[in-house]
């Protein structure tokens, strides 16, 4: 089965600056790259996706980046804010097939 | 508004004692799943319903049972709870790739 490996598992940046988190996964035939964030007290909620057939999508201060060939993907949080502060899971799968997610990565956001 | 909800969102209980955790979406969709999270460990899929009277088991099924009678509920039974079924439980729906996850379901087993 898919195995998602998801680091770092504690990431603390100034306000204002960058956040990478990375991904890897195992199955070569997982096509769909889905990230969540969890707020304290709340489900996961999905902020951005990216398909097999896509290198590189953006929406504001968020992008998500695959490279196939290397089996891994990153969510890349630009000019963070407080806000952002939260806990961030990488997901993998085929599509309308099973999730498998990684551990989750917490961000701390200092202001 | 478009929502999954659960109940309890918090609950206390001792071992043995048989529980039910409802779950509700109101989006129409097929596919509904049980995660637990747990710290190190992510969320991991306990059982999941691809549409009515359709269930098979996910990755951790060991100690629960779950229904689907209707489409919109899907509810997650502990028959016989123990201390390691302590976790944070999520139920969540889906819909072209796009989990929607409840709000949350705190369970403590004494």
């Known amino acids: 089965g898919e195995n998602v490996e998801q680091h770092p598992s504690t990431l603390s940046v100034q306000e204002g600056d960058s956040a990478v988190i990375k991904c890897t996964y195992s199955?070569?035939?997982?096509?769909?790259f889905p990230w969540y964030k969890q707020e304290l007290g709340k489900g996961p909620q999905l902020i951005i996706d990216?398909?097999?057939?896509?290198g590189e999508k953006k929406d504001q201060r968020i992008a998500v980046t695959l490279n196939k060939t290397a089996k891994h993907f990153s969510l890349h949080i630009t000019e963070t804010q407080p806000e952002d502060s939260a806990v961030y899971f990488c997901a993998a799968s085929k599509i309308n097939q099973k999730v498998t997610f990684g551990i989750g990565t917490k961000l701390q956001v200092i202001p | 508004e478009a929502q999954v909800t659960q109940n309890p969102r918090y609950l206390i209980t001792v071992t043995g004692k048989k529980l039910t955790v409802t779950c509700s979406q109101n989006m129409n969709h097929e596919y509904m799943s049980w995660y637990r999270q747990d710290p190190g460990l992510g969320l991991r899929q306990i059982y999941y319903s691809m549409n009515v009277e359709v269930t098979d088991k996910g990755d951790v099924p060991e100690g629960y049972k779950v229904s689907r009678k209707e489409k919109r509920n899907f509810p997650l039974i502990l028959e016989s709870p123990s201390p390691n079924q302590t976790s944070l439980y999520f139920c969540?729906?889906?819909?072209?790739?796009?989990?929607?996850f409840g709000p949350g379901t705190r369970l403590t087993v004494l």
């Open positions: 199955d070569s035939a997982s096509n769909y």
């Open positions: 990216i398909r097999s057939n896509v």
């Open positions: 969540a729906s889906l819909r072209a790739d796009t989990q929607y």
